[in-house]
């Protein structure tokens, strides 16, 4: 054994064991540490190797025997990359070690996959409310019934009566200029306005009310007369209650005839409202229908005979102040006719009556009618004072020929009030406007 080499020694019959001290923990598998170095062991003291091995000798002192426990194995480590080195200039420090990059596509391919996105809502439209969602359709028994047709829809209307008269293009503008010709001028035109009614209620409707409550609490002959009709005429009653559930009809002269046939019977009786309601299911509904829409007919027939057997003469002044009398009452009624005919319609036809308003028609062609018959006569007198007038022994007065142009402008003017209440001109209407307005226009 060489003097350099320390030789191992025995203490107490026991080796002195010296362990590396236990590797630090691993880390995380991304990071690996790199290993640690291995302690070099400790220089053994020079006088421990000066004195030799010799086991027969005696120790100089005791030492404590120290028994470390190694720790279980730790993981494999890998080993450092071997980098290429680095040449440095002088004074130069070397660079910082680099992390390095892992590719985009590595990073996504590592990802879990995103789920998919849902479909994107149609935008609604600006000032549109959006729609919500579609609820899932539930079907419930039969399907309903599919809507009626066009035509069957249309049937349930009356069909607008045929007529001649026709919308003019022309009498319009004609009225509005000779209106802005005359009424500008110094001709005062007096426009007659119809007169407002003015009805009165009866004074003794109360005291009639009072005398019938009394008459109810006293059981006055009153309620015996109302008995004694009810044995007198129950028979009849109860026939004229099947007639009137059976009647249904489409003429005129007929639904007259009923209706003339059941006054004659109800007439007898001392009071018909009390009498009726004391028999059971009787047609009180359909008798009122039956005698509304024969008095509407008859009050629509009185007024086509006025205007057929109107007389149409001068003077003229007497004769316009009475047909417009005569007309803005009547219009006030066709008018109020016209905006109710649909309901009343509805109201005939439940009750099996079908109502002709073609009457309406009639009257507002026959009203055109006499229209024209009264410009005729404005046109001839107006002729006549200008023949006369260009004599040469006759006197011109200015007065004169302005009265006429005064009832020409009047008669014009009543024929566009009758042009637009009945909603058109004939021909022959047309015509005779038309030289109303060129014989206005060439004497003003």
């Not at 302690?39 to 120790?59: F, I, L, M, R, Y």
């Not at 959006?130 to 539930?138: A, E, G, K």
Request: proline share 13%.
């Amino acid at each position: 054994m060489t003097p350099l080499e320390p030789a191992p020694f025995k203490i107490s019959g026991a080796e002195l064991t010296k362990k590396s001290p236990p590797p630090p923990p691993p880390l995380p598998a991304a990071k690996e540490a790199p290993p640690s170095p291995p302690n070099p062991e400790p220089p053994v003291p020079e006088n421990v190797a000066t004195q030799g091995a010799v086991d027969s000798e005696p120790a100089a002192h005791t030492i404590a025997v120290v028994t470390i426990k190694a720790p279980p194995p730790a993981a494999p480590s890998l080993p450092p990359p071997k980098l290429p080195p680095i040449e440095l200039a002088a004074g130069e420090l070397p660079p910082l070690p680099t992390v390095p990059k892992i590719p985009r596509t590595a990073q996504i391919a590592a990802s879990p996959p995103l789920p998919p996105a849902p479909p994107p809502l149609p935008a609604p439209s600006k000032g549109s409310i959006p729609s919500p969602s579609p609820q899932p359709l539930v079907i419930k028994g039969a399907p309903p019934p599919p809507p009626p047709s066009l035509g069957a829809t249309k049937s349930l209307y009356p069909k607008k009566a045929m007529t001649k008269l026709r919308r003019s293009t022309q009498i319009a503008s004609l009225y509005r200029f000779l209106k802005g010709k005359i009424e500008g001028s110094n001709l005062e035109i007096k426009h007659n306005s119809g007169k407002n009614r003015q009805v009165g209620g009866s004074a003794s409707g109360k005291q009639g009310k009072a005398e019938y409550i009394e008459e109810m609490k006293k059981r006055s002959a009153y309620y015996q007369k109302i008995e004694k009709d009810m044995q007198t005429h129950g028979k009849t009653i109860m026939d004229l209650k099947a007639k009137i559930n059976s009647f249904q009809t489409k003429d005129m002269v007929e639904l007259i005839k009923f209706r003339n046939f059941i006054e004659s019977h109800l007439e007898n009786l001392t009071d018909e409202t009390q009498v009726l309601a004391r028999f059971e299911d009787f047609p009180t509904k359909k008798l009122e229908a039956l005698r509304a829409a024969a008095a509407l007919r008859l009050k629509l027939e009185a007024i086509v005979v006025d205007l057929q057997n109107w007389k149409i003469a001068p003077p003229l002044g007497k004769l316009f102040d009475q047909i417009e009398n005569y007309f803005n009452k009547m219009k006030r009624e066709i008018d109020t006719l016209e905006r109710l005919k649909d309901e009343e319609s509805k109201i005939f036809r439940r009750n099996n009556i079908e109502f002709d308003f073609s009457i309406l028609v009639k009257i507002k062609e026959l009203m055109v009618d006499i229209s024209s018959r009264c410009m005729e006569l404005a046109l001839k007198e107006s002729r006549e004072a200008k023949e006369i007038e260009n004599k040469p022994t006759s006197t011109k007065s200015q007065t004169r020929r302005t009265d006429y142009t005064k009832m020409l402008w009047r008669a014009f003017q009543f024929a566009f009030r009758v042009y637009s209440f009945a909603g058109g001109h004939d021909d022959h209407a047309e015509k005779l406007s038309k030289e109303l307005a060129h014989e206005i226009e060439t004497s003003s």
